[in-house]
């Protein structure tokens, strides 16, 4: 398989307010990943963990601090910026919230067309143009002229979707594209992903905080905490044998409607709060809240140490 995007030892730190002796946040400090084409790859954990902030950065919405972003091999950084342009064409995205991402002055045809028409189409093929990327993402063509505020939460970002595949990207940037949607909707828009990957060869950077979100829909996931990579693999072989403390806590967290109370496990509780990314604990920054902490843990960040094929940990003691 080809590699599609790289992210290479990639950081974001963030210049703290109060000039150059202020803290930097680094809300990314040093996550690799690939993404494979047509592979669905998640990035997941908790709020304030850089799960955006790592898909921000290879879009070129996040200033990046060290590291590599590659594109089908080739370095951003070592493009020219009409190259770069051209190939962040390539790479989409699809934010969380559908209402701030639609002009709501704007028909959803105009919404659709946007980078159409940025991109110097002629008028009869934008107008062809919207009505197959409508009718791709289950919309009907004849609501073109319907402003964002007539149309469900569903339907908005089914015209997010629309706009994002617009110049057939083969990368879509999934920034939790269901968390503002109704449980119901969600798996309606899940669906349409998968449907669409299969029909287009999408690959996706699948960015979510729900687990259940990610059993569904994803072929490997990233478990972040703190800016960092602490896990990795197969999402069925991560989900079924997690091996990192914190994968295990996110995992016994998941709600499991379908099995008895008795069978579900029990329910890890992590003490405290996500530390402050701008004054992580020293050595392994899961430390302040790990079950199994001991002293050596607090002396090195461990490194992403590989077990088995295709799975990475960060633990000096892994399940
Ligand atoms: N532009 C910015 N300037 C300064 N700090 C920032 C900026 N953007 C993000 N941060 C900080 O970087 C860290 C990571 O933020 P990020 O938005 O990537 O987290 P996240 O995992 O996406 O969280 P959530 O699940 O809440 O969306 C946070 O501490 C955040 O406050
Ligand atoms: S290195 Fe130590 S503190 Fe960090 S996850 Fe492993 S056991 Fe826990
Ligand atoms: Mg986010």
């Given at each position: ?32 990943l ?9 990035v ?177 996931v990233c ?6 990579v602490?896990?990795e ?87």
């Amino acid at each position: 398989m080809t590699a599609l995007l790289e992210l290479q030892d990639l950081k974001v730190h963030f210049p703290g307010r109060g000039g150059r002796s202020a803290p930097v946040t680094r809300a990314v400090d040093g996550v690799s990943l690939t993404i494979h084409q047509g592979e669905t790859v998640a990035v997941v954990g908790e709020s304030g963990c850089g799960k955006s902030t790592t898909g921000n950065a290879a879009l070129g919405l996040a200033p990046v601090t060290g590291g590599r972003i590659l594109f089908e091999g080739r370095d951003l950084a070592t493009l020219r910026p009409a190259e770069r342009r051209a190939l962040w064409q390539q790479m989409q995205v699809v934010f969380q919230d559908p209402v701030s991402a639609l002009n709501p002055r704007m028909s959803i045809a105009r919404s659709i067309a946007e980078p159409l028409v940025i991109n110097g189409w002629p008028a009869d093929k934008v107008r062809a143009r919207v009505d197959e990327l409508m009718e791709l993402v289950g919309l009907n063509p004849d609501q073109r002229d319907r402003r964002p505020t007539a149309l469900s939460g569903g339907q908005r970002q089914r015209v997010v979707i629309a706009r994002a595949l617009a110049l057939s990207p083969k990368l879509v940037i999934c920034d939790e594209p269901v968390s503002a949607l109704d449980v119901s909707i969600q798996s309606q828009i899940l669906n349409l992903l998968l449907r669409l990957q299969r029909d287009l060869g999408l690959s996706y950077l699948f960015i979510s905080h729900d687990l259940s979100v990610v059993r569904h829909i994803a072929d490997r996931v990233c478990v972040m905490y703190l800016g960092i990579v602490v896990e990795e693999g197969p999402v069925t072989e991560v989900f079924a044998h997690p091996h990192h403390p914190y994968t295990r806590a996110l995992i016994s967290a998941i709600p499991r409607p379908d099995v008895s109370r008795r069978d579900r496990g029990s329910r890890i509780l992590l003490k405290g709060d996500l530390p402050s990314p701008l004054n992580p604990p020293p050595g392994c920054p899961f430390s302040t809240r790990c079950p199994k902490a001991m002293p050596e843990c607090s002396a090195a960040r461990p490194p992403l140490e590989q077990i088995g094929k295709d799975r990475q940990v960060r633990c000096i003691a892994p399940d």
